[in-house]
Structures are given as C-alpha cells and as structure tokens.
C-alpha cells in the first residue's frame, strides 16, 4: 500500500470520528491534516477549529475543557485549565496564517489571556490541572507552540517568551538530568512525583515541542536551551527502541506493550531533529533517519483497512491504561508521515 493510500485512510477516520467534548485530543489530528492539505478534509478542519472557537468559553477557553472522572491510570479526577485548551490555539493559528480571518487572532488572544491568568508554581510554571500545583510533560506540547505562535502573529514577544520560559520550567522539573529522559508528572506541594515512570509518549510530547518551538522561532535566544534538550532526550530515547521499531509504553520496561502513539511521535520528532540540524551524540544524521523510519514503517504496518491506528495507551497514559485508538495517535501518524514522506514516499507499505 502507497504513503497517500495509508494517509487518506487515517485521514478519512478522523472524519469519521469526530470527538465534540474533547479539544485537545483533536489538536494533533487536526494539524495533521493541515500538514497534509488534502482538498477533501479542509472543510472539515475549518468546521472544527469553527466550533471551538463558537464554544469559547467567557474566560477565555477554547472549547469545551470538562471536568471527568479518570477511568483508570494514576489519577482519579481531571480538573481543566487554560493548559489544556490552548492545544486548539496551534492549529487554528495555522488556519489563521492559511486563511488570515481575524476571529482566530481574536480568539487566541483570548485563549492567552486565559493562560497567563492561570495558576502557577512557585517558579511559574502553569499548572497542568485545578488539582495542582502539578506540571505534566505532555504540557510542553499543548501550550508551548500555541504562546509561540501568537506571540509571532500577534507581534507579541512576550508570548514567545512565555513558551520557552514554561519550556525550561517543565524541563527543570521533569527530565531527569542523570538519565535524559523525562518522567510524567510532578507536585511541588508535597513534592513528589505522582506518576515518575519514563512514559514513552510524554517524551514524545516533548519531542514534538521542541521540534515545533525551534521552527516557530528559530531566532530565539531560547533556543539554544531547546536544541540542548532535544539532542539529550533524543538520544536517551532512542537508546530505548525496541529490535521491532516500536517503543514500549514505560520506555525501561520490557514487560509493558508496545505502543503506537509514543512510537509516531519519536519518528516525528527523530526525523525533525535531522531537518533542523540537532546533534545527537552519537549518533549521525543517518543513523537517526534510520530509526525514525523503522519506527514510522513498523506502526504504519498495523493500521487498518478503515485507517484506524490501534496499540495506543489511553488518556491518561502511565501505567493501567487500556490500549485502542486516540485522535491525537491519529495526528501523530499523519504529522510523521508528512514529516518523513521523502523517505517512506516510494515504500510498499505493509498494511
């Protein structure tokens, strides 16, 4: 099967599941599409970041950000924040730069205000839920590219620098100095961490964020720290790949599954690196593109005839989660596919 086969699948799958409740799963999903550009799903992606942006709440949320329940994993209860709903505030800042209709700018205006109003710890680093004071990997992603790009559309430098302040703090806090790699989540009152594993999609989340940070705003004096941190925790990583391509769900322990999700997000972000120069100690460029493939091929060998992507760890990751499909293991298949297509483009993909 073709690379534009298999992308029209995933794509087509994501129409065909929309998810009205829960914006920042769709987030990743819906800059895939934007990534690839398909005619057929353009109208879709402007339906949904449209429907956001209706249901913005008066503090300035985007979407709908609901508290639940947790049907399993570490955690018994989510309490949204701003955190969270800004992970719509990416792609539909890429629709804006697409389209150059002002409701987006208004409402990412908005959306950061929401941001910057949301509760912090001691060294400022926004809280990943009410149930706080907590900051979670995954985070880096959902806000970091969002405050960078307003802050580049709006011509607002205080928002850029925002994104890479919360970088660091998240990076100070969670990515263990001694390994390179990042652990889920931490409390700074009392100061634990409720969920310390090395989960191998929270550092796929962080992978991506700063493969988004250094394209956004490559002039940065931020960035150097980024680049630093990306080379660290792409090597730890990699170190960690599975002889199949895959990578497991806790990224040290054999005995847990493989998993698709972190599985993309490592191909994305292992190809990234190579496009935008990041050294990686020991090992070459090649060598990275390498296993950024193995791992792309091996999950794109698994998706099925309707462009379901399975073998994804549910929401909210660390250990006891079930496995299915998620929207944002959907985006991920389609973020590096785009990302890798020069490379997996004339493959016969076995799906």
Not at 4 to 10: A, D, F, I, P, Y
Not at 213 to 220: F, K, N, S, V
Not at 261 to 279: C, F, H, N
Request: charge should be negative.
């Amino acid at each position: 099967m073709t690379l534009e086969t298999l992308v029209r699948r995933v794509s087509a799958y994501i129409a065909a599941h929309p998810n009205e409740r829960d914006c920042w799963q769709k987030a990743p999903a819906l800059s895939g599409l934007l990534a690839w550009d398909l005619p057929e799903f353009r109208s879709l992606v402007k339906k949904w970041i449209d429907r956001a942006v209706a249901t913005q709440k008066s503090d300035g949320n985007l979407s709908y950000g609901d508290w639940h329940l947790s049907s399993g994993g570490h955690i018994r209860s989510f309490t949204p924040l701003a955190s969270e709903t800004s992970a719509m505030g990416a792609p539909m800042l890429e629709l804006y730069a697409a389209s150059g209709d002002v409701r987006y700018l208004s409402s990412a205006e908005r959306q950061y205000r929401a941001l910057c109003e949301a509760p912090r710890t001691s060294e400022g680093g926004i809280w990943s839920r009410g149930e706080g004071p907590e900051l979670w990997i995954d985070f880096t992603y959902l806000m970091c590219p969002f405050m960078a790009r307003y802050g580049k559309h709006a011509g607002r430098p205080e928002a850029v620098d925002e994104a890479f302040r919360q970088f660091a703090v998240h990076v100070r806090r969670l990515v263990d100095p001694e390994v390179g790699l990042a652990r889920h989540a931490w409390c700074e009152k009392p100061n634990h961490f409720p969920q310390s594993t090395f989960w191998a999609r929270g550092n796929g989340w962080l992978l991506a964020c700063c493969a988004e940070l250094l394209t956004i705003a490559p002039e940065h004096p931020g960035c150097a720290h980024v680049r630093e941190v990306y080379g660290v925790v792409l090597r730890a990583m990699s170190q960690c790949q599975d002889a199949s391509g895959y990578f497991f769900h806790v990224l040290d322990d054999p005995l847990s599954n493989l998993e698709a999700s972190a599985t993309l997000m490592y191909a994305y972000g292992a190809e990234r690196a190579v496009q935008l120069q990041v050294p990686v100690a020991g090992l070459p460029a090649e060598a990275l593109r390498e296993r950024a493939i193995r791992a792309f091929v091996v999950v794109a060998g698994s998706v099925e005839e309707s462009g379901k992507v399975p073998g994804v760890a549910m929401v909210p990751g660390g250990p006891g989660v079930p496995f299915d499909w998620t929207l944002f293991g959907q985006g991920f298949f389609l973020l590096a596919a785009h990302a890798l297509q020069a490379h997996v483009g004339a493959l016969e993909l076995d799906a």
